[in-house]
């Protein structure tokens, strides 16, 4: 499956984005979904996962409260939708898609892999 993610961008402490994942190739609904993130010097990190049909969400404690991950299997998108946004949460982010279900906050058992945006949050 080909991932494509988009709306990241520059924006202010306190604010909010909305990422997109567009994905292709193979039928999307038989992944699971999930945002990472990797800041410089830094180890990519678990943001938020959503399985197969949307039922089950989970989420890194850092943006627990904060960030929405949800999905829509008839137009093979994920989505993260961020808000309160602090400083910290500056980091390239990454959407994946896993066939399996156990440890998905493992970046190392994911199959695929978008090429990742931008998100700035300036103080």
């Known amino acids: 499956v080909q991932l494509q993610a988009s709306g990241g961008g520059l924006v202010q402490a306190g604010g909010s984005l909305r990422l997109s994942c567009a994905a292709s190739g193979r039928t999307f609904s038989n992944y699971l979904m999930s945002w990472f993130r990797q800041a410089p010097g830094k180890e990519r990190e678990f943001v938020a996962v959503v399985n197969s049909d949307g039922g089950y969400t989970d989420y890194a404690t850092s943006v627990k409260g904060r960030f929405t991950i949800s999905r829509d299997n008839a137009k093979n998108t994920v989505f993260l939708q961020m808000n309160s946004l602090k400083p910290e949460d500056t980091a390239v982010y990454y959407c994946?898609?896993?066939?399996?279900?156990?440890?998905?906050?493992?970046?190392?058992?994911?199959?695929?892999w978008g090429p990742g945006t931008q998100v700035t949050v300036s103080s």
């Open positions: 994946a898609a896993f066939t399996g279900t156990a440890y998905y906050s493992n970046y190392r058992r994911y199959d695929y």
